[in-house]
Every structure is written in C-alpha cells, then in structure tokens.
Nanobody
Framework: VQLQASGGGLVQAGDSLRLSCIAS????????MGWFRRTPGKPRDFIAAITKSGNSTRYADSVKGRFTISRDNAKNTMYLQMNDLKSEDTAVYYC????????????????????WGQGTLVTVSS
C-alpha cells in the first residue's frame, strides 16, 4: 500500500489544521493506522493511532485533547485534525499503516508499522 500525507502548511499558534493520508494500492480497512512526527534533531515520535474499524484511538499525552484522529475507510483515507496548534507542534508529520491482523490495542511503536507516507511539513509560528 502507498500512503500519501498532505495538508501541512504554515499556520499561527492557536490555529487549526487537518492532515489527510490517502492510501492507494490496497484498502486500509485491514490496517490499524497511525500518525507520527519528527522535529529537527529529534527522533520520530508517536502522535496518534486508530483501529481498523475506527472504534478505538490512542494519543500521545502531548496532543491529547487537541488532536483528533479519524478515518473514512470508504475513501481509503485517514485524518488528523489538529486544533490549538503550538510552536512545539512544528514537525514533519508521517502517516503509517500496521497490517498486523490483531493487536490488543493500537500500537505506538514505529517498528510495528509496515507502510509509511512521505511526510508533510507543519510549521506553527508563535
């Protein structure tokens, strides 16, 4: 499956932005999906993940209450709604797919994701 992340851009602190991750080559309804981000000089960090059906989600503490992950399997697309953006949210955001048949909850571990998008840059000015 190929993943294409989009929706990044330059915004001001307090603004909102919605990222999209469109899959091609295979449907995403058999994959848990996740968002990660990398800030300069730091390793890539887990942000959010959602189960195959969309009925369960998981968030990093740093974005809980501000970011919302969702998916539309009919459109083969996952989203990340980001509200109340802060300068520390500036990063390249990556979407990923975990094709493991079953896990006891969505994973926050990068190595457990099988496919990755190319990343989209979000810059938040203070």
């Amino acid at each position: 499956v190929q993943l294409q992340a989009s929706g990044g851009g330059l915004v001001q602190a307090g603004d909102s932005l919605r990222l999209s991750c469109i899959a091609s080559g295979r449907t995403i309804d058999s994959s848990d999906m996740g968002w990660f981000r990398r800030t300069p000089g730091k390793p890539r960090d887990f942000i959010a993940a959602i189960t195959k059906s969309g009925n369960s989600t998981r968030y990093a503490d740093s974005v809980k209450g501000r970011f919302t992950i969702s998916r539309d399997n009919a459109k083969n697309t996952m989203y990340l709604q980001m509200n109340d953006l802060k300068s520390e949210d500036t990063a390249v955001y990556y979407c990923a797919a975990d094709r493991t048949f079953w896990r006891p909850g969505v994973s926050s571990i990068q190595s457990q994701y099988d496919y990755w998008g190319q990343g989209t840059l979000v810059t938040v000015s203070s």
